[in-house]
């Protein structure tokens, strides 16, 4: 089969995954993935098991 029937009869699979993940990321158009990664990686980047231990190398610096 060619890509594009590969892709289609893997949906009905993929759905039933869907509640697995996290964030779902529909490829409609380049951009609006693009962005969608874009905003995802800014969320993770923002989550504070990544904020407070850079705080705190942060607070250890300035009390130097």
Partial sequence: PDLLERRRSA???EMKQMKLF???VLNDTLKAAVDQVQAIITVENLKSKII???LSAWRNFIDE
């Fill in 52 to 54: 407070v231990p850079k």
């Fill in 11 to 13: 949906v009905p699979n």
């Fill in 22 to 24: 996290d964030y779902i």
